[in-house]
T-cell receptor, first 115, second 114 residues
Framework: DQQVKQNSPSLSVQEGRISILNCDYT??????FLWYKKYPAEGPTFLIS?????DKNEDGRFTVFLNKSAKHLSLHIVPSQPGDSAVYFC??????????????FGTGTRLQVFP | DSGVTQTPKHLITATGQRVTLRCSPR?????VYWYQQSLDQGLQFLIQ???????AKGNILERFSAQQFPDLHSELNLSSLELGDSALYFC?????????????FGPGTRLTVL
């Protein structure tokens, strides 16, 4: 049962344009969402997050939008740069108890930014 | 460089064998997590330790076990290996292992079972 879904396995965008990566989830009890970026031969790197009490969080070129009613979040990268080419994972936090922080990941979207 | 180290980087073994993957967390981090990434899959949470004690369990098979030692490094033991265990295994660490902590990931160990 895939609780976090990234339905687009890949995305190709021209340098300077906007990249929009999408993520859907099924569990309304998720309270925190994160985006991780992964380069080949490296582990995922934390990029940006959003609490379920917000609908937008911005950090430089990266903005995450959360639509709780649709159980959907998206990551916008503006402007896209070739160095942004990587696999992007959406993750949601599932808290079975207060003192743990288990993450549930989507399958990833491979972003390619071309000149 | 996240500060989390994992050894070995690559491991090739045969079905039925047993292997141990090792993880050293970032300096100061008390919590360690293990994740498995199979082909075309997202990262699947396996298990979390905090200061030597198991804190949360995910979809970890009974053939797999883990522990965190007094020096806070962790080992993931995989036994009676099957072809389907071939995957990338990531370790992550965080300061307290509680909600809101950022998890920092190591580069992973690629396990190939032949």
């Amino acid at each position: 049962d895939q609780q976090v879904k990234q339905n687009s396995p890949s995305l190709s965008v021209q340098e300077g344009r906007i990249s929009i990566l999408n993520c859907d989830y099924t569990n309304s009890m998720f309270d925190y969402f994160l985006w991780y970026k992964k380069y080949p031969a490296e582990g995922p790197t934390f990029l940006i997050s959003i609490s379920s009490i917000k609908d937008k969080n911005e950090d430089g070129r990266f903005t995450v939008f959360l639509n709780k009613s649709a159980k959907h979040l998206s990551l916008h990268i503006v402007p896209s740069q070739p160095g942004d080419s990587a696999v992007y994972f959406c993750a949601a936090r599932s808290r079975p108890s207060y003192n743990t922080d288990k993450l549930i990941f989507g399958t990833g979207t491979r972003l390619q930014v071309f000149p | 460089d996240s500060g989390v180290t994992q050894t070995p980087k690559h491991l090739i073994t045969a079905t039925g064998q047993r292997v141990t993957l090792r993880c050293s967390p970032r300096s100061g981090d008390l919590s360690v997590y293990w994740y498995q990434q199979s082909l075309d899959q997202g990262l699947q949470f396996l298990i979390q330790y905090y200061n030597g004690e198991e804190r949360a369990k995910g979809n970890i098979l009974e053939r797999f076990s883990a522990q965190q030692f007094p020096d806070l490094h962790s080992e993931l033991n995989l036994s009676s290996l099957e072809l389907g265990d071939s995957a990338l295994y990531f370790c992550a660490s965080s300061l307290r292992g509680t909600s809101g902590d950022t998890q920092y990931f190591g580069p992973g160990t690629r396990l190939t079972v032949l």
